[in-house]
């Protein structure tokens, strides 16, 4: 192994601090491709509400503006508390992190049942994603967006196991960063889905 | 970890954090009482606006982007031009295509 001239048995990289760099850099170049996934159905949203206004107008009734504008609030205040849990481990307390990323967790799984409630809802009125291209579109966009909570509210409760085994501190908190990044992300895409689809006027 | 790995970071306080929240929580409810008005064409303008508002809060705060360096910068903005790439050219090639 010696003539590739690199330490292949190294258990750190470069360095820490470019570690924690590059780490971030990489997550936000993940961010870049999820906005581009969700870009299509936002280019696909533009292009069938600008054709037929009406119908997105008509068929927005039916949803119910106080379930989305409560997970809208449910999903900022987990942002808050994310937020929190990595000013608290960059000030080196760690159970104050443990408790901002249950909290995190919980605000999560709300959205997750209000979601599941909405659904349930729907298809008792028989609307489906068949129904029309506007619902279409809302279930696919709610749907993938849901898809990023659930897959938040997993990252997040690994973190939260890795946390209460003592595994983050001032020193070394790049999974929280980055996890915290994610699920950012997811509630800046709902801020962008609330108004469009459920605030049609 | 055993290095003392000293990073040079903005620590963002947790009175910054709060105050971005309530910013939040203030800006939805506008825009849940706007979509009461009646702006015609505009409606849609003024809630694009207010997302955009919230969602640079959530950025520039809770995601730390404020105190990001430039490449960090470019890798945000780039996604965002071929986003509005994406909308705009599709937009042009649905509504200026001339049936034969």
């Known amino acids: ?201 | 970890m055993e290095t003392k790995a000293h990073i040079e970071e903005h620590h963002v306080g947790y009175t910054t954090y709060v105050l971005v929240w309530l910013a939040l929580m203030v800006l939805t409810g506008i825009t849940v009482w706007v979509s009461y008005l009646h702006f015609g064409v505009f409606n849609i303008v003024v809630a694009l606006l207010i997302a955009s508002i919230k969602a640079s809060l959530v950025a520039l705060y809770f995601m730390h982007l404020k105190f990001e360096d430039k490449t960090t910068w470019i890798f945000v903005l780039y996604p965002i031009v071929l986003l509005a790439l994406l909308i705009g050219l599709t937009a042009v090639d649905v509504f200026f295509r001339t049936t034969p």
């Open chain 1, 1 to 201: 192994m010696e003539e590739i001239g690199i330490d292949v048995h190294a258990h750190h990289h470069v360095d820490p601090v470019v570690e924690y760099k590059a780490s971030k850099l990489g997550m936000w170049l993940f961010l870049a491709t999820e906005l581009l996934l969700f870009g299509g159905l936002f280019a696909a949203y533009a292009i069938f509400r600008a054709k037929y206004p009406e119908m997105f107008h008509e068929e927005h009734k039916e949803l119910d503006r106080t379930i989305g504008a409560i997970n809208t609030v449910v999903l900022i205040c987990s942002s808050l508390t994310m937020a929190l849990g990595v000013a608290s481990i960059q000030r080196g307390k760690k159970k104050l992190l443990s408790l901002f990323l249950l909290l995190t967790i919980l605000f999560g799984i709300v959205f997750g049942i209000n979601k599941y409630f909405e659904y349930g809802h729907k298809f008792e009125h028989h609307i489906y994603p068949s129904t029309s291209i506007f619902f279409a579109l809302y279930f696919m966009m709610t749907g993938l967006h849901m898809l990023h909570v659930l897959a938040g509210v997993l990252v997040l409760t690994a973190l939260l196991i890795l946390s209460l085994k003592g595994k983050f501190s001032e020193n070394y908190y790049t999974p929280i960063e980055l996890g915290g990044l994610y699920w950012h992300l997811v509630d800046l895409i709902w801020i962008y889905l609330f108004p469009l689809l459920y605030l049609i006027s």
